[in-house]
């Protein structure tokens, strides 16, 4: 049945990360006593952080983790944030901050995942889901193209945008509710899409308006909710489809370039940012940001598994 699946689905991720990271490790040349901390998210089932019970849900059981690697694994970051009042998402922003700061430059901190969020640096710091990242039209390409992924906007390139779709997928109430918000896939999925899509349209146009609707939803949440923004830095794996990036260029207000070009890999920065949270944990530091989540105030967040 769906829990046992579930357990299983929990058990076998938690595997699949702690043979990975102990693989990583060795490959590195460490003993797995050189490692402080292991931070792992795990995958996310299901986000509902809205309802009376609100909870988040993620699988990849860091007991596993903790005993393949012989190393403390440090998890469940979002469920504190929850209990104080927040979002539980998002929570790299104070990872951003302390690497994009800039003294003189107003800048926000774009990540394009399945779901993109934004993180505008100064004081406050603000930041949310501005809504679908590659999340629709990797869906889309997958049941159309039988891919992963559309490399490099290759296929979107190939069709047009259908004006009617894009304000009707640009209609969506999340994209004009305000923050603190953060939303998945639980939302912007191909049950989603096809309530709104009508009949006869290319395969290739409805991709190439997927792109369009990511590109104008960000745009628009920065000029919304970041407007004094001077530069854009975007990270995740959005930021490897040129026409997606062209067209934020062309969207924004600001300069628009990747975190590669700032000297950090844009593959590697939400990883980056567990590490960074784990480290918090480690030290009983507060990690969750509340002008950014909504929480009560700082939390403490994570549990630690031993190894």
């Not at 998002?90 to 779901?115: C, D, K, M, Q």
């Not at 290759?154 to 009617?164: H, L």
């Not at 970041?226 to 930021?239: D, K, L, S």
Request: glycine fraction near 10%; proline fraction near 6%; charge should be negative.
């Amino acid at each position: 049945d769906d829990l046992d699946a579930l357990g299983e689905a929990d058990a076998a991720l938690g595997r699949f990360i702690g043979e990975t990271a102990r693989g990583f490790i060795a490959s590195q040349g460490l003993a797995a006593n050189a490692v402080r901390a292991i931070g792992s998210h795990g995958q996310t089932v299901r986000h509902r952080p809205n309802d009376r019970n609100a909870f988040t849900l993620q699988i990849g059981d860091p007991n596993r983790i903790a005993e393949l690697t012989g190393v403390a694994t440090v998890a469940d970051f979002r469920r504190r944030d929850l209990a104080a009042g927040g979002q539980g998402a998002p929570l790299a922003p104070g990872f951003h901050a302390a690497l994009f700061s800039h003294a003189h430059e107003r800048r926000t901190v774009l990540n394009i995942g399945g779901i993109s969020n934004i993180t505008r640096l100064g004081t406050p710091l603000l930041g949310f889901d501005t809504g679908p990242g590659n999340a629709l039209m990797d869906a889309w390409c997958a049941k159309h193209q039988s891919a992963a992924f559309d490399e490099g906007g290759a296929w979107a390139a190939t069709g047009q945008v259908d004006e009617p779709l894009l304000a009707s997928l640009l209609n969506d109430p999340y994209l004009a509710q305000a923050p603190p918000k953060s939303t998945g896939r639980e939302h912007y999925n191909l049950n989603w899409l096809s309530e709104r899509l009508r009949p006869a349209l290319r395969p290739e146009d409805v991709q190439r308006t997927l792109l369009e609707m990511t590109a104008v939803s960000i745009a628009n949440a920065i000029a919304n909710w970041a407007p004094e923004t001077e530069r854009i830095i975007v990270c995740g794996g959005g930021r490897l489809n040129p026409l997606l990036m062209q067209r934020l260029g062309a969207l924004a207000k600001a300069s628009v370039d990747t975190a590669d070009e700032h000297g950090w890999d844009g593959d590697a920065i939400e990883a980056g940012a567990f590490a960074w949270l784990a480290h918090q944990r480690l030290n009983s530091a507060p990690a969750n940001v509340p002008s950014v989540t909504g929480a009560a105030g700082p939390r403490v967040i994570g549990a630690i598994y031993a190894p």
